[in-house]
């Protein structure tokens, strides 16, 4: 059928996959223009390589692999072109800051999220690494997972100007001493996570600028915090005093009345939660972050008995794959949504419901009746 003609570039556009699959089986690249079939692989490559922007690099430090897996990404015909967010572990960061690549320099200058893991075989991140990335590219956020850090990484990791959120996990070192350093060396820093994050580290001149607060872990104090643009708000599942937690928690952010998402363990300690939303009265989105299984239905439909904010309008919880979302927080009015794809988990997903308006409402009630 198509072995006899040729094709002009809008003819082929027109084509359907399976007709251009029996053009390749016939052989037929020959009838088509030099021009248009360099203008097809063109624009094929640009999508391609559009598709490849969340890359994980990771290899065991004498790895002889390293260099191969290099050769790779800086071939020509490699479509990872352009890296939004890069996962490595420590020997190949290493590796990659070593290298006197002008064609790796570009591919690495999109980078806007990187995240660095901990490798065994090496104690600390070199200087030079950290100060070359913040050359090559302009990241915006930054996660280091158990790496050991001083202060002269700390005073690396200040000289990339352009950072807004950091990002630190450490078993066996105190991360608050971090924040204070960070915060007063990097302008644009408006998010903050580490684990069991003490925000009283924070510097006062620093507290205007965040925006995001993440593994928050209250304590005692008899200071008065402002954060007056702070937006979201994730608590640690460890926090003391929970009974008195009210108090404490306006203490921290009484100011803070631009909160439009809390993220808390909820599920079984929503007495102690309740009277806190109800004074966050900008909020939005009430996210559990306690695991929620079918026959959790009825613990969970205590909310029906709290006076909600009206402006909340979402609740996200974490439940297992296999869930039934279906009429699940119907009681307390609210309907599922759908998944949050950004936290897709092979075993967990995220759930967002969205609160029934009364329209709505009464349209599923007159859907009901007719039943």
């Known amino acids: 059928m198509y072995s006899e003609q040729t094709f002009t570039r809008d003819e082929l556009k027109k084509l359907t996959k399976d007709q251009l699959y029996q053009i390749c089986v016939q052989q037929s690249f020959a009838l088509i223009p030099r021009s248009i079939t360099t203008n097809i692989n063109q624009q094929l490559f640009g999508v391609v390589s559009l598709m490849f922007n969340n890359v994980k690099l990771r ?89 050991t850090l001083d202060s002269k990484q700390l005073n690396a990791i200040c000289s990339i100007k352009s950072l807004q959120k950091i990002e630190i996990w450490n078993l066996f070192e105190r991360t608050c001493d971090y924040f204070t350093v960070l915060c007063n060396g990097l302008p644009l820093l408006e998010s903050l996570r580490s684990n069991s ?6 510097p006062k001149s620093s507290r205007s600028t965040i925006k995001k607060l993440s593994e928050v872990s209250l304590k005692s104090t008899n200071e008065t915090f402002e954060f007056p643009n702070l937006q979201k708000l994730s608590m640690a599942r460890l926090n003391y005093n929970l009974e008195n937690i009210k108090s404490i928690f306006f ?121």
């Open 197 to 202: 994050f003490d925000v009283s580290r924070i």
């Open 59 to 147: 290899a065991l430090s004498k790895d002889p692999q390293i260099g191969y897996h290099l050769d790779r990404l800086t071939s020509v015909w490699c479509p990872i072109k352009h890296i939004v967010k890069l996962t490595v572990n420590m020997p190949i960061f290493e590796y990659l800051m070593k290298q006197q690549s002008a064609h790796l320099a570009h591919i690495l200058s999109t980078v806007e999220n990187l995240n660095i893991l901990h490798d065994t075989n090496y104690k600390r991140l070199q200087l030079t690494s950290i100060k070359n990335f913040g050359i090559i590219a302009k990241p915006r956020s930054l996660c280091l997972k158990y790496l």
């Open 251 to 371: 203490k921290y952010f009484s100011q803070s009345n631009n909160i439009t998402h809390l993220s808390v363990y909820l599920k079984f300690k929503i007495n102690i939660w309740a009277p806190i939303i109800r004074k966050l009265r900008c909020i939005v989105t009430l996210e559990d972050l306690e695991p929620h299984r079918q026959y959790d239905r009825k613990e969970f439909s205590k909310l029906r008995d709290v006076i909600l904010p009206a402006s909340l309008s979402r609740i996200i919880i974490c439940t297992m794959r296999d869930f039934d979302p279906n009429n699940y927080l119907i009681d307390i009015g609210y309907q599922y949504s759908k998944d949050d794809i950004r936290s897709y988990d092979c075993m967990t997903r995220k759930m967002i419901f969205n609160k029934i308006i009364k329209k709505d409402l009464e349209k599923q009630c007159s859907i009901e009746i007719k039943i």
